[in-house]
């Protein structure tokens, strides 16, 4: 069983900066992908961002240029670089772990831009 923790998340004022983190314990088998997911209030979950295991990433076309996603797979983490926020990208965002064909969710964390 995998269990991924995010952290990082808060207030922020528009134009501002946040980083996430999704730490991803419980397996001694390694991760292969891990990717970021959030959902706003009334909204789907939509995809962030994605971190292959060899550090391929990729990103929707609306978030490219502003958000950076990296990882440390010594530490099973994975890390969202989030700049020049927008009200827009307030949500709650998850973290998704795949191991061995199995995914896993974190329990969120929430995102706040405003002033």
């Known amino acids: 069983q995998v269990h991924p923790v995010e952290s990082g998340g808060g207030l922020v004022q528009p134009g501002g900066s946040l980083r996430l983190s999704c730490a991803a314990s419980g397996s001694s088998l390694s991760i ?53 926020l927008k009200p827009e990208d307030t949500a709650v965002y998850y973290c ?12 969120g964390t929430q995102v706040t831009v405003s002033s």
Request: hydrophobic share 35%.
């Open 32 to 84: 292969d992908n891990m990717a970021w997911f959030r959902q706003a209030p009334g909204k789907q979950r939509e995809f962030v961002a994605v971190i292959t295991s060899g550090g391929s990433t990729n990103y929707p076309n609306s978030l490219k240029g502003r958000f950076t996603i990296s990882r440390d797979n010594a530490k099973n983490t994975v890390y969202l670089q989030m700049n020049s």
């Open 96 to 107: 998704r772990a795949v191991v061995a064909g199995m995914i896993y969710w974190g329990q």
